[in-house]
């Protein structure tokens, strides 16, 4: 069974920078993707990137490419989400998800493929920046 946990959301300043950690288990090779992904009070979920586990590829929707980088650690199957220049709007509840992948897909498909019943999600973690 995949469980998926984040940590490392809180509050920072306008223009300050943080790391989001997500810890997946349960997967028995590395054919599988983690996103993550992030909403708002009162809006809907927003995508921010992904990253195809086996080879480290990364795809990040266009408002965030620039200002976040996704990258892994394949020992502790650790996934971090860098923030840098964060501005009152990235104010939001950030989740993680994996997905198995049942053959190979770019990291854009994975993302949406987590969005379906075959992904799995973490609690969230809430990130606050303040002006």
């Known amino acids: 069974q995949v469980h998926v946990t984040e940590s490392g959301g809180t509050s920072v300043q306008d223009g300050g920078s943080l790391r989001l950690s997500c810890t997946a288990s349960?997967?028995?090779?590395?054919?599988?993707?983690m996103g993550w992904f992030r909403q708002a009070l009162g809006k809907e979920r927003e995508d921010i990137g992904s990253i195809r586990w086996s080879d480290g590829v990364t795809y990040y929707t266009a408002s965030v490419k620039g200002r976040f980088t996704i990258s892994k650690d394949k020992v502790t199957n650790t996934m971090y989400l860098e923030m840098s220049s964060l501005k009152p709007e990235d104010t939001a509840m950030y989740f993680c998800?994996?997905?198995?992948?049942?053959?190979?897909?770019?990291?854009?498909?994975?993302?949406?493929?987590?969005?379906?019943?075959?992904?799995?999600w973490g609690p969230g973690t809430q990130v606050t920046v303040s002006s």
């Open positions: 349960g997967f028995t090779s590395d054919d599988f993707a």
């Open positions: 998800a994996a997905v198995a992948l049942p053959m190979r897909l770019t990291p854009f498909q994975a993302l949406r493929l987590m969005t379906t019943g075959s992904g799995y």
